[in-house]
């Protein structure tokens, strides 16, 4: 997409601006109209900055102004007018055009004002990312730390339905945080101000399931000495959290298919039926159409639950986030053991790097809790170096933004002083830092 739309009818100026933008390095399309430039737009989207004569054959500049900025208020329009269209100018200001100029112009003066304009546009735009981003990210929490592919996809899932009522099944390696993203998901949510009721199925003995989930009348069963209220009671307004749903008993399974579909439930002893409003998120390791097949789940409580499904990568597929999940839970942990840290060794952070997590987050998150104790990664296997499936080059690539994440984070976004600690140039840096995204800004909030 070109950067600059320039209108105007008389095409020697056309040329001329033409010849000047391209020794400028400024990329433009040219118009000698302004419906040509509406169907541009319409057809190749908004250009940065639009620069228009204000008398124009057919729709004229002013009401080019306001076509475009009734469609992103934020372009900068640059008008060209003559003598006795200063008033119009004028007026064209107050309805938020950037700039005018007056014909007959100096060249110097239409590029000044053009680059000042594509700089505020960068700005503006930047600015609009930071927010998306910021809005994307939070769809997570402050809980889900990670910037890879498979993470940055979860966020957008959330993020469009987060504050639905749909169930939500969650389908990972054990270790891979299930329960966070539950969570998150439930503080994302319309719920949030109600409460977030976590049970695992595979912990509760199977006499007791039902009682657990939905309660039971006092002397209904042996041991029942008063009423108690269940975890669906308790989640009323809330989120329901089934962590190993796989593990559930099969009659409890058709118990629970029936609560799902009709959004009521009976407590153990009673036949009183309770309205139940609360969104359920089941968890699972297992592939369920694969035990619903085999006949160790239930076929319609499965397709009941898989709605939305979320697959939570395992550590090794985001070896990126290792980095900055590590150094959260150092500080989580020196936090709990009252213990100060150093920063990690390039050879323990190439250590980390290597290692396969087969125990994911919960695994690096004891390693950061023994480095904090015992000081050092002994535990981890060392023959996992070896076992190296990542080509060399994306292994250089996610070791040198590591370092360069850790450079800036030291020295809270300070140029300077990273420039000095990494002993780099500074074109290099910058170089490298649009290469792997890195904002310095981002890390300005730690000092």
Known sequence: MDDVFFIDDESDIRLAIEQSFELEEISAQFFANAEDAMLAIKQKGMPKVVITDICLPGLSGENLLSTVLHQDKDVPVILITGHGDISMAVNALRNGAYDFIEKPFAIDRLIDTTKRALEKRELTLENQELKRSLKVSQALGPRIIGDTPA??????????????????????????????????????????????????????????????????????????????IGKFEHAQGGTLFLDEIESMPMQAQIRLLRVLQERVIERVGSNELIPVDIRVIAATKTDLKKAAEEGTFREDLYYRLNVVTLDLPPLRQRKEDIPALFHHFLLVAASRYGKAV??????????????????????????????????????????????????????????????????????????????????????????????????????KADD
Request: charge should be negative; include cysteine; aromatic fraction near 6%.
């Open 342 to 443: 150093n920063a990690l060794p390039d050879a323990d952070l190439q250590t980390l790097m290597s290692h396969d997590w087969p125990g994911n987050v919960r695994e690096l998150r004891n390693s950061a809790e023994r480095f904090v104790l015992l000081g050092n990664l002994g535990h981890l296997n060392p023959s996992a170096r070896s076992q190296i499936t990542t080509p060399l080059a994306a292994q250089v690539a996610e070791f040198e933004k590591t370092l360069i994440e850790q450079a800036l984070s030291s020295n809270h976004g300070r140029i300077n002083e990273t420039l000095e600690l990494l002993q780099v140039a500074r074109k290099t840096l910058y170089d490298k830092m649009q290469k792997y995204g890195l904002d310095k800004n981002n890390y």
């Open 151 to 228: 993470i940055g996809a979860l966020r957008d899932t959330i993020l469009h339905i987060a504050d639905t009522d749909a169930d939500i099944l969650l389908f990972g390696e054990t270790g891979t945080g299930k329960e966070l993203f539950a969570r998150s998901i439930h503080e994302q949510s319309s719920r949030r101000e109600a409460n977030f009721v976590a049970i695992n199925c595979g912990a509760v003995p199977e006499n007791l399931i039902e009682s657990e989930l939905y309660g039971h009348e006092k002397g209904s069963f042996t041991g029942a000495d008063a009423k108690r």
